[in-house]
């Protein structure tokens, strides 16, 4: 579905105009031929109109989507609370048509007519299953390769069933799945699934609104995110505003904020300049500082390592609790080894003598279904740590009496004596030490 009618809903236009600017960008970077409808009103809003005349929610939800069937389009909407009035009016009057009669009387004092049969999709919907994630990834010339995000679905997005039917509403991955192509590594949270709050503010709540504010954050700010994700205006007003609301008390919460599209826009190659992320409360300057030191490491990374299978692997982490290792010693977490040089801790990683722990028994490789597994990682790590002279005495000491001898043991002839055993050939001797010697020379020539 490449040609629709948008949505905008209130909030966007009048509150967030970036995020109408970014989103706009992807739809034109993706192909999409989006028309603009005269005659939209609110969705409307279930708090503030539903609560005071269920007949005025329904039949102004009914007017908007009449609009849209009568240009013979479906509807896509980046606003989390306008998909959830379309899709419950949808659900309500298929099967009240008493109602969706009284509906229609009225629209036709306006030359209208609700039927029902246009498609309503939400922007992350549009982008999960009408485009696909892969799709939406080819797109990217800059990834989020090492980033960690959070993701925030929000309430409406999901619920209720079976009036909105489009992820698990209990356990969703369709956003993930999309940050995850974008090169980003998905960090879950405590509080994925609680309701961001925000309806708190419109009923005079605003102390509860801060604290469902406060409990997100400090959450997703533990697990060391560099961003939280959402899809719904009002819940990026509830983590971006209220946040801001939050430092001016003192209180130390600093996570930034992205609408889905501003965070697609900026891996397509667009400025942050041009999508207006400076007119976020609180700034987004540490993601796009660590965003950039991160796509430098990953260059320094790419002169040892496969980057794309660091992060391949990282993101599965199927074998995290497979390593006979950790399961003996749990301080030992390779996983969280490759995570770390997934940030871009590569001098820390080298230097730490955790990364000598591996057994480089292959069990991982073996169990990997992407035929990827650790010990290869580990092997790298282990000789940039011996060149970096953070290595273990034991294992320098052994390659020199290796480039001295050529053996790391002698035989005791005397126990092979009383075996049986004849003397072994003599070996050797210091043949390698200078075969890399002159490998050396000849290279400098």
Not at 83 to 98: C, D, I, M, N, V
Not at 203 to 226: C, H, I, M, N, T
Not at 232 to 246: E, G, I, M, T, V
Request: with cysteine; charged share 25%; net charge negative.
């Amino acid at each position: 579905m490449k040609e629709f009618a948008a949505f905008w809903g209130c909030t966007i236009p009048a509150r967030f105009p970036f995020i109408e600017k970014a989103t706009r960008l992807v739809w034109e970077d993706l192909g999409a031929r989006v028309h603009e409808l005269e005659g939209h009103t609110c969705c409307p809003e279930g708090v503030l109109v539903k609560a005071n005349d269920e007949q005025a929610f329904y039949t102004a939800a009914a007017r908007n989507l009449a609009l849209v069937e009568r240009a013979e389009l479906d509807v896509v909407t980046p606003c989390n609370g306008c998909y959830s009035t379309f899709k419950e009016a949808q659900s309500h009057l298929r099967t009240g048509w008493r109602e969706r009669d009284a509906v229609n009387e009225r629209l036709a004092r306006e030359d209208l007519h609700y039927s029902g049969s246009n498609k309503v999709v939400h922007f992350a919907e549009w982008l999960s299953d009408e485009m696909g994630a892969g799709l939406v990834a080819s797109k990217a010339v800059r990834p989020l390769w090492g980033m960690r995000i959070a993701v925030h679905y929000g309430c409406h997005l999901l619920r209720p069933q079976p009036a909105v039917r489009w992820d698990d509403p209990l356990h969703p991955s369709k956003v993930e799945e999309i940050v995850t192509a974008l090169g980003a590594r998905v960090v879950d949270y405590p509080t994925k699934m609680q309701c961001c709050g925000g309806a708190l503010d419109r009923v005079g709540e605003r102390d509860s609104s801060l604290a469902f504010a406060r409990r997100k954050l400090e959450d997703v700010q533990r697990e060391e995110v560099d961003a939280l994700v959402v899809v719904c205006p009002s819940c990026f007003q509830q983590f971006d505003l209220n946040q801001a609301a939050l430092q001016r008390a003192n209180e130390d919460i600093h996570v930034p904020v992205f609408y889905l599209a501003e965070l697609i826009a900026l891996t397509y190659g667009h400025e942050p300049a041009e999508i207006g992320l400076d007119m976020h409360r609180v700034s987004v300057e540490p993601f796009l500082e660590r965003w950039g030191s991160r796509t430098a490491d990953k260059v320094r990374l790419a002169s040892h390592f496969d980057v794309a299978m660091l992060g391949k692997c990282y993101s599965c982490q199927a074998c995290k609790d497979d390593c006979p290792v950790c399961k003996v010693d749990p301080s030992f977490q390779p996983t969280e080894i490759i995570g770390d040089l997934v940030r871009g801790y590569l001098d820390d990683v080298v230097a730490d003598s955790q990364l000598w722990k591996c057994l480089e028994c292959y069990t991982c490789q073996e169990l990997c279904h992407s035929d990827i597994g650790m010990a290869g990682t580990f092997r790298q790590l282990k000789e940039l740590a011996m060149a970096a002279g953070t290595g273990p005495e034991s294992v320098a000491a052994a390659y020199e009496a290796f480039l001295e001898t050529g053996v790391l043991g002698k035989p005791r002839e005397s126990a092979r004596k009383k075996l049986g055993l004849s003397p072994l050939p003599a070996t050797g001797g210091d043949a390698v030490s200078h075969l890399i010697d002159r490998a050396t020379e000849i290279k400098g020539e």
